[in-house]
């Protein structure tokens, strides 16, 4: 692959990482500062108690969490020290 390419890519996979780390931020801030609310309302939605509602949320942001690291990041920092490295070589 060109370098460009990788540059690029590694931009890409970057900046959604600061996009789902900021969207994540804000629905944990919205969750849990109405949280009340939402497991009212999701209890007469969806027919769930408060007490599973919790769970569910751990393993909600559990599972964001760990899509950002690992299918974001990790790749994403990977490909800088790739091009970083290459960089290197060049001079």
């Not at 970057?14 to 109405?34: I, K, P, S, W, Y």
């Given at each position: 692959?060109?370098?460009?390419t990788?540059?690029?890519i590694?931009?890409?996979?970057?900046?959604?990482?600061?996009?789902?780390f900021?969207?994540?931020?804000?629905?944990?801030t919205?969750?849990?500062?109405?949280?009340?609310?939402?497991?009212?309302?999701?209890?007469?939605?969806?027919?769930?108690?408060?007490?599973?509602?919790?769970?569910?949320?751990?393993?909600?942001?559990?599972?964001?969490?760990?899509?950002?690291?690992?299918?974001?990041?990790?790749?994403?920092?990977?490909?800088?020290w790739?091009?970083?490295?290459?960089?290197?070589?060049?001079?």
């Amino acid at each position: 692959m060109k370098t460009e390419t990788i540059r690029q890519i590694r931009n890409i996979l970057l900046r959604t990482f600061a996009v789902t780390f900021v969207l994540n931020l804000l629905m944990a801030t919205a969750t849990f500062g109405l949280w009340d609310t939402w497991t009212s309302i999701t209890g007469q939605w969806f027919h769930t108690s408060p007490q599973s509602l919790g769970p569910q949320m751990v393993n909600f942001f559990t599972t964001i969490k760990f899509f950002a690291l690992f299918v974001l990041l990790g790749p994403a920092l990977a490909l800088h020290w790739t091009l970083r490295a290459e960089a290197k070589e060049a001079v």
